[in-house]
């Protein structure tokens, strides 16, 4: 078996070249990475070979002949969206279609499996306060960011339409644990409240998000991949949904220690919440029992404190 794993070395795709390393030790992993900031080779933990390329530019030649294709490679920093959305529109656009036209032309390929995100779904706020979104909620997309994840979605399912191609599309909530970018918001909390710094908090801090482990979420992914389910959508999340403000508070006290934040102007066209459905996948796969958001925090704090931050 030969997989291949754009993103390889980021956060989330490093996770799953794990898991695949894990679960099935005699594949084949070839990482397509463009070795950006996010890319970490330390983070792997099994033998890969690696394609050190834009997805933009990788050809069909380069990928050879292979099994599936598992795409985590994006831009994905919503802020970065807003200053300049062109970088979006290249990787997570026109880097999927190429991929696509690469795919098609592959004998082999059981299946393109495109890793989405909760956030094409839109603002829950928008509808209503208890509402979730399930596979078939329309797209709503709020930012660069999350149009550009959509208009990724739309490429797969029209290359589905036209071209028979086969393909898996999940959409996650927020993921967190070990090997997480320094920049991002766990990591932020962390690193502001051991220095005594402030910590921004983007308008309220009442927006809600939904967590998950990334072993699980990389675990559903591969569970997918080797299932016969084909040519669905498939949320993936965890129904751990908080506050920022509840995510500073619940980390200050495993630390021991009363964050201090600061209110700045919030975030242009900032979504209040996201919510997934997840029981399609579920009643599938079976309900995982992970180990909690705040198990997690309690557990991995000091560790991630000493080796990361």
């Given at each position: 078996m030969r997989i291949i794993v754009t993103g390889g070395f980021g956060f989330i795709g490093s996770e799953f070249v794990n898991t695949?390393?894990?679960?099935?030790?005699?594949?084949?992993?070839?990482?397509?990475?463009?070795?950006?900031?996010?890319?970490n080779p330390n983070n792997i933990k099994t033998k890969v070979?690696?394609?050190?390329?834009?997805?933009c530019e990788v050809t069909v030649e380069d990928l050879g002949e292979y099994d599936f294709?598992?795409?985590?490679?994006?831009?994905?920093h919503v802020d970065n969206s807003i200053k300049d959305g062109r970088p979006f529109v290249r990787t997570n656009v026109e880097g999927t279609f190429n991929l696509l036209e690469c795919a098609?032309?592959?004998p082999n390929l059981k299946k393109f499996i495109h890793i989405s995100t909760d956030e094409v779904y839109g603002d829950m706020d928008d509808i209503s306060k208890d509402v979730l979104a399930d596979e078939e909620f329309p797209l709503a997309a709020s930012s660069y960011y999350s149009a550009t994840k959509a208009s990724s979605d739309m490429l797969v399912l029209s290359a589905n339409r036209t071209f028979d191609l086969p393909y898996i599309i999940t959409r996650t909530c927020n993921n967190y644990g070990a090997h997480q970018h320094k920049e991002k918001f766990i990591p932020t909390i962390m690193r502001s409240i051991k220095e005594g710094k402030k910590i921004p908090v983007y308008g309220d801090g009442k927006q809600v998000?939904?967590?998950?482990?990334?072993?699980?979420?990389t675990l559903v992914i591969?569970?997918?991949?080797?299932?016969?389910?084909?040519?669905?959508?498939?949320?993936?999340?965890?129904?751990?949904?908080?506050t920022n403000l509840e995510v500073i508070e619940m980390i200050g006290n495993i630390m021991g220690k009363t964050p201090e934040f600061k209110f700045v102007a919030d975030r242009l066209g900032h979504d209040r919440r996201y919510a997934l459905n997840s029981s399609k996948v579920n009643a599938i796969l079976?309900?995982?029992?992970?180990?909690?958001?705040?198990?997690?925090?309690k557990e991995e704090t000091f560790k991630l404190l000493e080796t990361q931050l």
């Open positions: 695949i390393g894990r679960k099935n030790p005699t594949a084949e992993i070839v990482v397509v990475d463009k070795m950006t900031y996010a890319a070979t690696l394609i050190q390329k834009d997805i294709l598992v795409h985590f490679a994006a831009e994905s098609r032309q592959n998000r939904e967590w998950m482990d990334v072993t699980d979420n591969y569970n997918l991949m080797m299932s016969d389910r084909i040519n669905e959508v498939f949320n993936i999340g965890s129904e751990e949904r908080y079976g309900e995982m029992i992970p180990l909690s958001f705040e198990e997690f925090l």
